[in-house]
């Protein structure tokens, strides 16, 4: 009999004690470890490479939970998401059979918790990841576009949509994506894998090159663009804005100056930052983006630039990485998903 390994992962002690005893006692299960943040869960799931993961809704709803998915798809882990006792399902768990995340409710009976594991574990899900091939990033010509983006919630699963269309001569490209302290740079190597330009955590001074991708995730710093001779990447002190640090609208109205050089695209996302930014850089002549509420995850972000008539065109997620590239300058090449 194979024994399906897990890991519980969960701020209630009473909730977390149930489950990992219910769960010991079963034959065909060990419980690896338990964890009571998603630090923790990490460090945990990296060591130990669980095949099921319980985790409580709370956790599952921060943006840093989408980074640890992406780190861990090839190992092909179930997340059960339990919900919080006060409070229904808000998370995106699905019934799908290709999910990897699975909806169970706050004290669901060990017997149940068990036959769902039990059935989601059958068959595995992921792919065998697939080669990525990379070329040199390259000097930005005179007056040559650029590409701004913003992104929160949901956004790890949207970029990762959006940066695995990109050529391998994909154009210089700033993001600033919501997420943990601590998660930037693992966000940067999950994005890097999977797209043929170059990405990386961005770095005060860091030049603007075709091919290559700067983020700012997880940092106490805002990232602005330097619009001197040679555009630059510039790491800020400053307060919060919009509630975030970084902040997408710091991002976007340093850009103001270039604006007309620019495309520039909101994603899923709670709240609204970036709206005002977005708002900006349409006065002074860029090319404006938002996802649309049908493909968010959140349509938060991209609701508040449609209301205040940010964008210039709401488009689905699929459609925005042939918008960027369409405006840029930047179809040609060898995109990630035509790659061997």
Known sequence: MQIVSIVIAMGDEQERARLADGLNKQPQFTVLR????????????????????????????????????????????????VSSPDRRQTATPSRNPK???????????????????LTVTRSRLSP????????????????????????????????????????????????VQHTGRGFGGSLANLLDRQSACKVKLAEDGDELRRGQILIAAGCNTHMRLDCGTTLRARLVSGPPRSGHMPSVDVLFESAAPIAERCTAALLTGMGRDGAEGLSALRSAGATTLAQDAATST?????????ELGAAMSILPLSQICQAILKSSDATSGVKANERS
């Open 34 to 81: 338990e964890a009571t943040d998603l630090m923790q869960t990490y460090t945990i799931v990296e060591e130990r490479s669980p095949q099921v993961v319980l985790i409580d809704q709370d956790m599952a709803g921060r943006a840093e939970f989408e980074v640890m998915r992406g780190l861990f798809k090839a190992l092909d882990i179930r997340w059960l998401v």
């Open 99 to 117: 999910s990897d995340l699975f909806p169970v409710e706050a004290g669901t009976p060990i017997q149940r918790i068990a036959d769902t594991i």
């Open 128 to 175: 065998t990841p697939r080669q990525v091939v990379t070329t040199e990033s390259h000097a930005l010509r005179r007056n040559e576009k650029l590409v701004l983006i913003g992104a929160s919630t949901g956004g790890v699963d949207a970029l990762l949509t959006v940066l695995g269309s990109y050529p391998v001569d994909g154009p210089a490209t700033l993001i």
């Open 298 to 306: 959140v349509y938060g972000m991209p609701r508040a630039a449609a």
